[in-house]
């Protein structure tokens, strides 16, 4: 038996999880490590530690598949985004590796965005210009940290940080090199104007590279640790989100899929890079055939764990006597009331928001709240709201596609949940599928990886590796009350901009 392996290093944990050649998931081993968050706005992570983890988890798989070196077909990477690390002369870093989730560079963002046309960078990079991006990260550190900017000799990721350990060269893929804001999407290459911003030039940046490229001769010492040859095919892979789609088997023409957990992201494939002229959307490679657009949201099951926390203690400690999942308890209490919540909309804002505001200062809110309402009715509307906010992008990535999806295919924590997929369908009025898919991002990974190494053209091969479990098809009346509520949801954020910077601050200062 010849074997896969698709490893995925994200922002809590690195797994790697082995197929078969077929698709067939046989094992998984993951390795959690700690975000540093000393001071408000700060989120970084030790890159050695990820390091180890990827050799470690890659190690156990094999060892407990049983596998022989010989027999692994192909190793192939998905990574989280827009992570900066920057390293000196000697190829040690300088920081910590400065993950999507910091928010120290907010002010440089606002900056690149008034005073360097920032909505042409977007449109030329195809990421919003957000602190979230290393273009707003070097930005920053060259005004605030002038000492690491003067030493820094390369700007790498993650992944290059793991590539350049185990081959000693600085690569970056496509598709993570979309989502650094400095990379021309019609070229490939690094842009010449973002780099002028920056003070900058190519040599300080990783060697851009397909997502199909191959990488061999890895260091010995590594590939006999984790027991892999010398020779094993390293697929340099894509970033999480567009891998997600790929490994759902959602890459055709008029196909979205949505997924939700911690946060949430709602992405389609498309066959040329397109931006939004409003900004609301990101634009991703996934291969030279294939572009991702869509949008992130930070506020998706942290809402429910919000919910659950803070207005539910009681009820979660029953469920704990009787054994059963708190978020079920949750999503039951929901269902008792009708669609729409007695009129009651929440704005899920409790993290700031990437899509579609793009405001950190955002900040949640109940609206509509009446004597009449009730913690269910509270309870609802945060349910609603997240995917209220959701569909809000929806709405910005069909006005690029210029039509509507045919079908979402659903992913995450919530998918578990009937109410919760009901309640997509029908704020979404379009059909909701759940793809059996283990690990998306891994499986996307590997079946980019069996295209890279010629064995498929397209990836049809997914029809075979992708199953199905539930289907839900919109209720037309449920349709009819979410369409009413959705022009007051909109409008209601658009008219709270100000506010939200300003009770930001006040936040900021009396906290």
């Known amino acids: 038996m010849k074997y896969m392996i698709g490893i995925d290093i994200g922002t809590t944990s690195t797994k790697a999880v082995i197929y078969d050649e077929a698709g067939n998931f046989l094992n998984k081993h993951s390795i959690e490590y700690p975000m540093s968050t000393p001071e408000i706005g700060v989120a970084e992570e030790n890159p050695a530690e990820i390091f180890d983890a ?81 273009l707003s ?10 000492d690491i900017y003067n030493q820094t000799k390369k700007w790498i990721d ?69 027991g892999i040859s010398e020779n094993t095919p390293i697929v340099i892979g894509a970033s999480d989100g567009v891998l997600s789609n790929l490994g759902v088997n959602s890459y055709r023409e008029g196909e979205v899929a949505v997924t939700i957990g911690t946060s949430g992201a709602i992405r389609t494939i498309i066959d040329k890079p397109k931006t939004d002229d409003k900004g609301r959307i990101f634009c991703y490679v996934l291969t030279e055939d294939h572009y991702c657009i869509g949008g992130p949201v930070n506020n998706g099951g942290v809402v429910l764990r919000w919910l659950r926390d803070e207005l539910l203690a009681s009820e979660v400690e029953t469920a704990k006597r009787l054994g059963v999942d708190s ?56 349910l609603e709201g997240v995917l209220l906010n959701l569909y809000t992008v929806y709405l910005a990535l069909v006005e690029v596609m210029d039509k509507s999806p045919e079908q979402i295919k659903a992913t995450g924590g919530f998918a578990k949940s009937e109410v919760w997929r009901q309640m997509m369908a029908d704020i979404f009025d379009t059909s909701v599928e759940v793809p059996e898919s283990y690990e998306s991002s891994c499986l996307g990974a590997c079946v980019l990886g069996l295209k890279a190494l010629g064995e498929i053209e397209d990836f049809e091969v997914l029809n075979d590796m992708v199953g199905k479990t539930y289907q839900h098809e919109p209720n037309q009346e449920n349709v009819d009350i979410y369409q009413s509520l959705i022009p007051i949801y909109i409008n209601l954020s658009r008219k709270l901009t100000e506010e939200y910077d300003l009770i930001s601050e006040f936040q900021a200062t009396h906290s």
């Open 54 to 134: 990827v050799l470690f988890t890659v190690k156990k798989v094999i060892r407990e598949t049983g596998a022989e070196a010989k027999d692994i077909k192909l190793l192939s990477f998905s990574s989280a985004m827009h992570s900066l690390i920057a390293m000196d002369k000697d190829n040690q870093p300088l920081t910590e590796c400065i993950t999507w989730a910091d928010n120290r560079a907010r002010e440089y963002a606002d900056m690149i965005n008034e005073q360097h046309n920032g909505i042409e960078i977007y449109k030329r990079t195809g990421t919003p210009i957000h602190p979230m991006s290393p």
């Open 137 to 146: 990260k070097i930005y920053w550190l060259k005004h605030e940290h002038e």
């Open 158 to 226: 993650i992944k290059s940080y793991v590539f350049y350990q185990l081959f000693e060269e600085y690569v970056m893929d496509h598709s993570i090199g979309s989502a650094t804001g400095m990379m021309n999407l019609e070229s490939l290459s690094w842009d010449k104007e973002v780099m002028s911003l920056l003070g900058i030039d190519e040599s300080k940046l990783p060697n851009l590279v397909s997502t199909t490229h191959i990488m061999k001769n890895i260091n010995k010492k590594y590939a006999d640790f984790m």
């Open 327 to 382: 978020y079920d308890v949750l999503t039951k209490i929901a269902s008792r009331v009708k669609p729409g919540a007695n009129g009651l909309i929440f704005h899920p804002y409790l993290a700031g928001e990437r899509a579609p505001l793009w405001n950190a200062n955002a900040r949640g809110s109940y609206f509509g709240l009446t004597l009449s309402h009730k913690k269910e009715h509270m309870i609802r509307a945060a």
